[in-house]
């Protein structure tokens, strides 16, 4: 035995500052783990039951980061010590873990392999109460005013060029965030949009920047943004409007058991209990701040708002990748949750509301009712490409850092051997450029770590 015990591989040694993920020590994981089951038979025993897409995210939540729901295992080339990597669940709506990896990805694809090196502008649309439950609801109604937005916005850029739509073209990659700061539903659309056009016919592509946009400008974008969403949503019989309003025309019989806690996420209202349709709780441990005075290159009009005020300089990649990943973050911030001496939920604000509230408290049902809110629809994609950046562009090839797709220019005719083609990098590389953790390096010998089973 004493043989046998003298050949095993030495214990694995991890990286400076690196800690297994431990979920189920998270408060978050606890309040899921302990309420889920109940909330999710109440729903069924009152005939609205969560549908399965839902209950799959609240599931699979609940094994992430677990050992004993798989694992890779992880051994040192050089001198075999090993270690085991806990499987993710890869969900995309409350789970911090899998949110944070997606928001490092998403950050080094869109600054390594699409965004050029190019001056870019961040255009955020808010939307009205009632159109955010629309997108929410029905995907094709998102897709029509993401299309109208961008198409706005990309006349707007051609003509300041002094160019017509036939000789240039813009590009924007769009991140659709669903979540609001106290959890709440808020669809609105985030796209970062090239500040200027490439100009067509010219080879490499040339481009024309152009000044930003004028408050003047900004007003009269939105105005046309709400106007047109407003005319193609009638159009599709979506909404009805009259000479003040606008309204939801949506069949009852195509209600769906969700659509009672989507709206009470959107409207910060209480979902469950005998308080259902009040107002949440909040926690206003601040004085009241004066109204402030309106931001720059900031519109207003009919419930929308149109914000164009950061923009990235074309070499600053660190700044722009830091913007992608404030926009492509997590929806629960898990170092702001904490328990009330009731057992209720206090969710404390990034940012205190102007009427002093800094924190919103939710009773545990509720709380996952908010959770559930958040879940996107199943085949919705959250980040969309406009322009030169769209697959079927024939410009992507020749604009993009990464050198794919269509408008490539053709190879010449020798031997001599070509550039390999950009290569993303590994989920390691990225940890390791994020948060400075070198999951590739073994830290006791040096040799290479490889996954073996």
């Not at 601040?286 to 290159?297: K, V, Y």
């Amino acid at each position: 035995m004493a043989a046998r015990g003298a050949e095993r591989a030495p214990p694995f040694i991890d990286p400076p500052g690196y800690v297994r993920h431990r979920p189920e020590q998270t408060l978050l994981y606890q309040i899921i783990e302990q309420h889920y089951p109940a909330f999710r038979d109440a729903r069924a025993a009152g005939g609205r039951p969560l549908p399965h897409h839902v209950q799959d995210e609240f599931e699979a939540y609940l094994k992430c980061g677990r050992l004993e729901e798989g694992f890779l295992r992880v051994r040192c080339e050089s001198c075999h010590a090993e270690k085991l990597v806990a499987f993710s669940c890869k969900k995309r709506a409350f789970c911090p873990s899998c949110g944070a990896r997606r928001m490092v990805e998403t950050a080094a694809l869109l600054v390594d392999e699409v965004l050029p090196q190019k001056p870019l502008r961040q255009w955020v649309l808010s939307l009205p109460l009632a159109l955010r439950f629309l997108l929410a609801t029905h995907p094709h109604a998102l897709t029509e005013v993401l299309g109208i937005t961008y198409h706005t916005i990309a006349a707007h850029l051609i003509e300041k060029a002094g160019l017509a739509p036939a000789q240039a073209q813009t590009g924007a990659v769009t991140l659709i965030q669903c979540f609001g700061s106290a959890l709440n539903l808020n669809v609105h659309l985030h796209m970062l949009v090239l500040d200027g056009v490439y100009l067509r016919g010219t080879n490499p592509p040339l481009f024309r920047s152009v000044e930003p946009p004028t408050s003047a400008e900004l007003q009269t974008l939105l105005e046309r943004i709400a106007s047109s969403v407003g005319e193609k949503l009638e159009r599709q019989g979506l909404i009805v409007r009259d000479c003040e309003n606008a309204y939801l025309a949506l069949d009852p019989a195509d209600s769906v058991p969700m659509h009672d806690l989507i709206g009470h996420s959107i409207t910060y209202r209480i979902a469950t209990g005998p308080r259902t349709g009040q107002k949440v709780f909040t926690l206003q441990t601040l004085p009241p701040r004066e109204e402030l005075p309106s931001e720059d290159r900031l519109a207003r009009a009919s419930g929308f708002s149109l914000h164009a005020g950061v923009s990235v300089n074309g070499g600053e990649r660190t700044k722009l990748e830091h913007l992608v990943r404030y926009v492509a973050r997590p929806a629960v911030a898990v170092e702001r949750l904490a328990l009330t001496p009731a057992g209720n939920i206090r969710y404390t604000l990034k940012t205190p509301y102007r009427d002093g509230t800094t924190a919103i408290i939710f009773e545990p049902f509720d709380f996952l009712a908010r959770l559930a809110a958040l879940v996107p629809l199943p085949r919705v994609h959250l980040t969309r490409y406009h322009g030169v950046f769209a697959p079927a562009s024939t410009l992507r090839g020749a604009v993009t850092p990464a050198g794919r797709g269509r408008g490539l220019p053709p190879k010449p005719a020798t031997a001599e051997p070509q550039p390999a083609k950009h290569v993303s990098m590994t989920w390691m590389q990225r940890l390791k450029r994020v948060f400075a953790i070198d999951i590739e390096t073994c830290q006791r010998c040096g040799g290479p770590l490889k996954v073996i089973a």
